[in-house]
């Protein structure tokens, strides 16, 4: 109970302590959004049901990723930097309350943005949804892998490191990942990095629950994405729980 109790008051605190950013990260998930599909149609003048398809389900898994691998772990990096994360070391709570905490608080933040895109690109494509009824399950995994990569990486690595692996990974997801368009357009080389991370995955499961369009093996692809979200949660459980 306590660790419950512990648990809920930081997650309290944390959406106390982002209320006014919260507005700003929706805005930048909204417009993230509207970027990827109204930007990316304006270099396709011709788009066809397959690449609709692929714009339409890209934009909200887009920024789901985004903000999971590159503003998560930037947020980190800052509470490393002015001591807040000592801060929270410092009290008397369960070491793994504070990443559980923050873990569920950036979860929640993906959600609204994540759900307003998904209403642009269909109404920009005219874009008819067939969602079946695992599209929450899927959504909420692809939503928390992403958070708990970003944050496991945050607290894995030095502050100045994680900031710019975050910008690095934000260009490989807007640019050399196969979310808006097939995964077979690549080079061979960046398609067998494809197959290990979990990218394509999750692009793959968030298609698959709004459209029932699939590229690969559904069972694979729920394998992939819970296997790097519990190696998200295992690495920052391994940090949170380590002698300081």
């Known amino acids: 109970m306590e660790a419950l109790r512990s648990y809920g008051l930081l997650l309290r605190w ?9 507005a ?8 993230l959004a509207m970027g990827i599909v109204y930007g ?10 397959r690449s609709a398809l692929f714009l339409a389900t890209g934009a909200p898994t887009v920024t789901l990723l985004i903000l999971g691998l590159n503003v998560v ?7 490393k930097l002015t001591g807040r994360t000592a801060y929270i070391n410092a009290l008397p709570v369960p070491r793994l309350a504070p990443p559980a905490a923050d873990v569920t608080f950036w979860l ?15 109404l920009r494509f005219h874009f008819a949804l067939h969602m079946n009824a695992a599209v929450v399950p899927a959504i909420v995994l ?11 990486l945050a607290m894995a690595l030095r502050p100045e490191i994680a900031q710019q692996a975050g910008s690095f990974v934000a260009i490989l997801i807007l640019l050399f990942s196969p979310i808006n368009f097939p995964a077979d357009r690549l080079p061979t080389v960046l398609q ?18 709004l459209t029932g369009v699939r590229d690969g093996s559904l069972t694979l692809s729920f394998a992939v994405v819970i296997a790097w979200c519990l190696g998200g949660i295992a690495m920052s459980w391994r940090i949170a729980t380590r002698r300081q």
């Open 14 to 22: 944390q959406l106390l302590r982002m209320r006014r950013q919260l």
């Open 24 to 31: 700003m990260l929706f805005v930048i998930q909204v417009a």
């Open 40 to 49: 990316l149609s304006f270099l396709l003048p011709r788009i066809d049901p």
């Open 73 to 79: 772990p930037q947020e980190v990096s800052q509470g």
């Open 108 to 122: 929640l933040a993906q959600l609204p943005g994540t759900l307003l895109a998904l209403v642009v690109a269909s």
């Open 142 to 152: 692809v939503a928390l892998t992403g958070a708990a990569v970003g944050y496991g």
């Open 192 to 209: 067998l990095v494809h197959d290990v991370l979990p990218i394509q995955y999750m692009a793959d499961l968030v298609r698959w629950s």
